[in-house]
């Protein structure tokens, strides 16, 4: 099991070290991952939902939001 | 309310997530497409043993890899936005496309992750055997990542296998097979892979033919044009045939896109099909007495026959579909606009009547208004619509996008056949003319594709879920220049990725696959 562990390792580090151009590949990868995850999700898309605590708070919010922007008059807040 | 939501915020969002679709729509049908061609000249190198073979299913490998990369995770940036512009849609939902997208999500880590690397680091180091599975397998990983993709997005044309809880204001799986196998998810997985399939011989007959044009790399570009042209015209008739379902399926389950899709206002029985046409530009309203057309060239009675498989079938126009009246299959008589409406009104109050009653502790009330939903629940959607006209799609969009995606096609069918006919019978390699046409036709794959996803996405409308969900109500209550703004800096970040891929495929293109033995996807 540990040789086999030992094997799958070195075979993709053999494999890494040895690229040129799937090293540019992969910073492309990275950054894009990287601008992806810690800029555009972490300052531009917040979970909408997010400040609802719960899956009760959201479906509240969710429910009022689907309620009001039909039947205005209906706007109840449970 | 409904008049509250900006309807330029609609607009943008709306805009915001067409270009990411569109652009992650780029990469994912010639990563479906390049995979099966390298799996088929891998297959070769396996069956004879020919060194040459591998050089071949190495080098587009190699483009394969460069194409994934670039390509690889935008379609997250669509779950974002899920999150953010769409967050009432997003929890509507509920786990009817979270569990497909889950699936998806877990195996196209597991399986892609673990088979590119040994696809692309195995050479010399896993059997011969072995490798060819990975390779085959990476593909095929990719391909059942679209299914789920799709299977969710066949949800939204046509929902099936779920139910509305009014307690958590979600929707519920409870036939999990009826949402994977549902008839519309079938028919789309095999035509928008087969139009990937279909981009990826175009882009290898193309790249070869480049070959020819440059005078190099001749024994190499004739072996892939001859595989890739039998691939693409396979393709490219396998997809005429499921764009036939597919728009089978429309008609059956979407008769307001398919009317959209030919222009039809009057529907009837013996409809002809739209074969050449202009829109009349100054109708604006299903009812506003103006001709449709400018111009049209019909063919007889095909429209009826392509839609419900009889000459004589009948077929719902925009004025039929929002007048009702007309009789149903089943028998019964189709609902009005205005009926539709009313009944949704009837569900979205019944649901604050069942939320206010279980807010108060009145059981008895919340089991009748509960009553009240589900016998309305399949027009809630209706609700929301104040003007009929909001239920007519954007004609001359889809109508035109329609209309280039199958020219396109049938020009695909006779490029492919034209290709054979010179590569087996004349001499291929000297006809420069047919090397620029092979050339320029890669971008019209793109456009094909892209049209088709217009199509599916724009006849939608104004749905977000068909029936159940316009885009004006699925959308979160977002400041316009937040999404403005997320809208250029993608615009930005996809053409600077755009380019800079662009830029390493046409190096690796021009490097080309005559680097002897020693060349190898890393290298």
Redesign the interface.
């Given at each position: 099991m540990k040789n086999t562990l030992l094997s799958i390792w070195n075979?993709?580090l053999?494999?890494?070290r040895?690229?040129?151009?799937?090293r540019?590949?992969?910073i492309?990868?990275l950054l894009?991952?990287f601008?992806?995850f810690f800029i555009?999700?972490l300052f531009?898309?917040?979970?909408?939902?997010g400040n609802h605590p719960t899956?009760a708070d959201?479906?509240?919010y969710?429910?009022n939001?689907?309620?009001?922007?039909?039947?205005?008059e209906?706007s109840?807040d449970? | 309310?409904?008049e509250s939501?900006d309807t330029s915020l609609i607009d943008w969002s709306r805009a915001q997530f067409a270009m990411t679709a569109m652009y992650h729509w780029i990469f994912v049908p010639l990563t479906l497409g390049l995979a099966v061609v390298m799996g088929i000249m891998e297959t070769l190198y396996y069956k004879t043993g020919k060194e040459f073979w591998k050089k071949t299913a190495m080098f587009w490998m190699?483009l394969f890899?460069?194409n994934f990369?670039?390509g690889?995770?935008?379609g997250?940036?669509l779950e974002?936005?899920f999150?953010?512009?769409w967050?009432?849609y997003?929890?509507?939902v509920g786990d009817i496309f979270g569990a497909p997208l889950a699936i998806e999500g877990i195996l196209a880590f597991f399986m892609e992750a673990t088979f590119i690397?040994v696809m692309?680091?195995?050479w010399g180091?896993v059997s011969k055997r072995f490798h060819l599975a990975s390779t085959w397998l990476t593909g095929l990983g990719a391909t059942i990542s679209a299914w789920w993709i799709l299977v969710a997005n066949a949800w939204m044309q046509h929902p099936v296998g779920m139910e509305f809880n009014?307690?958590?204001?979600?929707n519920e799986m409870v036939d999990f097979w009826a949402v994977a196998t549902s008839p519309v998810a079938v028919n789309k997985f095999f035509h928008t892979v087969l139009s990937g399939w279909v981009l990826g011989a175009i882009f290898v007959v193309g790249i070869s033919c480049w070959y020819l044009l440059k005078k190099r790399n001749h024994e190499f570009a004739l072996a892939s044009i001859k595989i890739g042209a039998i691939f693409g015209l396979v393709a490219s008739l396998l997809s005429a045939w499921t764009g036939d379902g597919s728009g089978y399926q429309i008609a059956q389950t979407q008769p307001m896109k398919l009317a959209a899709v030919e222009g039809l206002y009057e529907g009837g029985t013996n409809v002809g099909l739209v074969g050449i046409g202009m829109l009349n530009p100054e109708k604006k309203t299903y009812d506003d007495g103006k001709d449709p057309f400018l111009f049209c060239i019909e063919i007889p009675s095909m429209l009826s026959f392509l839609a419900e498989r009889d000459v004589d079938g009948y077929v719902p126009g925009i004025a039929n579909i929002i007048e009702g009246g007309y009789e149903m299959k089943d028998g019964t008589k189709a609902l009005s606009a205005a009926e539709k409406i009313e009944r949704?009104?009837t569900a979205?109050?019944a649901?604050?009547a069942y939320?206010?009653a279980k807010?108060a502790g009145h059981e008895e009330d919340a089991q009748v208004a509960y009553k009240v939903l589900q016998e309305n629940i399949p027009y809630f959607g209706y609700?929301?619509i104040k003007d009929v006209n909001q239920l007519v799609p954007n004609v001359p969009l889809n109508f035109y996008a329609f209309r280039i995606m199958v020219i396109l096609g049938g020009y695909f069918i006779l490029f492919f056949i034209v290709v054979l006919f010179f590569i087996y019978k004349k001499d291929l390699s000297k006809m420069r003319w047919m090397h620029w046409i092979a050339l320029l036709t890669i971008p019209l794959g793109y456009i094909a594709g892209q049209a088709g996803w217009v199509v599916a996405e724009c006849g939608r409308q104004p749905w977000a879920i068909r029936d159940m969900l316009p885009t004006?109500?699925a959308i979160?209550?977002?400041d316009v220049s937040?999404v403005q703004?997320?809208f250029f800096?993608f615009l930005f970040?996809f053409t600077v990725?755009l380019i800079?891929?662009a830029g390493?495929m046409v190096k690796?293109i021009k490097k080309g696959p005559e680097t002897g033995n020693n060349v190898?996807?890393?290298?």
């Open positions: 075979f993709y053999e494999g890494f040895s690229m040129t151009l799937g540019t590949l992969w492309i990868i894009k991952l601008v992806m555009l999700k531009f898309f917040p979970d909408f939902l899956d959201k479906g509240n969710v429910g939001e689907l309620i009001q922007r039909a039947l205005p209906k109840i449970f | 309310m409904i939501i190699k890899g460069i990369a670039i690889v995770a935008t997250l940036i974002f936005e999150g953010t512009n967050s009432n997003s929890w509507f690397a692309f680091f195995g180091k009014p307690d958590t204001v979600r949704g009104k979205i109050g649901l604050a939320r206010a807010s609700g929301y004006s109500v979160s209550k977002l937040s703004i997320t800096i970040l990725m800079a891929g390493i690796a190898t996807i890393n290298h």
